[in-house]
């Protein structure tokens, strides 16, 4: 197969595998947060953070086989803008509760009825990409172009404090997710977490390796979910004028695999807005997360797994905003 065949068959089986467990496990960082905003409980949030645990040992592990070079992928930027990061990040946090899930969460929804996905993804799919290289893009590149600031990440440390805080951070992700081992006893929230976070490895591994060609370099990418959406809706209309990529096969994957669970478990359904209220609180979520997750360079996935795991300074304050945009929405919607 040409790399570009093996870049589409990669995204195709990540994504079918990740509707599979994302429909199995319900793994989803916005249930996290309620879960603990509502009752203290923390056993989702210790599954996502055991999926960022799993991705970062071994993201790091194709880092020093040399199998992966991370230097290209898009969170390895040597400059980040220092108010759009933040303020995309926790815009992005909130509008994913007022849509009561994530990029991710809204896709595998979406496979099996639900027509509020399909409304948030619309919504999600055009202000990203209206931010991103639309309307909002000229106004978008002038402020990242003037609060621009050197950022980069564990890699560019001594070896030696690069080993010691990564120890630490390795330490502290182990003793949350494994704290009196009550997520061993959730096969749930343990297999999701495990899943998720070998499929982040897995998609590097594919796009930095399996399919890469030095003749015509592919984007190096794996898990996330704002500017795939926004590729997935442009191909869907005008397929003859592109090529299928990764990112897309990605969320036709996460359909066709949530939507097989779904098929099995007998949990298709249609289902729609209650009220006019809760449409608009969902439009407006779906556009928060598009637009915050276009100027924080990605959602909850993108930046939250696949972005840590390359251990980039940016993607740490990324998802610590997102954890404070989801939280004040949560308290103040709750």
Known sequence: MSPNEILVWSGLVVGLTFGVVGQTTGFCLNRAVKDYVESRNLLRARSF??????????????????????????????????????????????????????????????????????????????????????????????????????????????????????????????????????????????????????????????????????????????????APIGETIQYTMIATGMRLSFPVSLIFGVLLGSFSIAAVRGTLRLQGFSTPHEMRRYIFGGVLMGVGGALGLGCSIGQGLTGMSTLAFSSMIAITCILLGAGLAARRNG
Not at 67 to 93: E, H, K, Q
Not at 126 to 136: E, F
Request: hydrophobic letters at 55%; aromatic letters at 12%.
């Open 49 to 226: 953070a055991f999926a960022t645990l799993v991705a970062i040992i071994g993201t790091q592990l194709l880092a020093l086989t040399e199998f992966v070079d991370f230097s290209r992928a898009i969170y390895r930027t040597p400059n980040f803008s220092w108010v759009l990061l933040p303020l995309g990040a926790t815009m992005f946090g909130y509008g994913m509760m007022l849509a009561n899930g994530c990029g991710a969460r809204t896709v595998v929804l979406l496979a099996q009825g639900n027509l509020r996905s399909l409304v948030v993804l619309l919504c999600l799919g055009i202000s990203a990409y209206a931010t991103l290289s639309g309307v909002l893009g000229p106004a978008r590149a002038m402020v990242a172009q003037a609060t621009s600031i050197p950022l980069g990440g564990l890699y560019d440390l001594s070896l030696l404090t690069n080993q010691i805080v990564l120890g630490l951070l390795l330490s502290a992700l182990s003793w949350f997710v494994f704290y009196r081992g009550m997520i061993l006893r959730n096969a749930k929230d343990f297999f999701g977490g495990l899943c998720v976070g070998l499929l982040v490895v897995a998609g590097w591994f594919a796009t930095g390796w399996l399919a890469a060609d030095e003749f015509e370099p592919t984007p190096l990418v794996s898990l996330t979910f704002i």
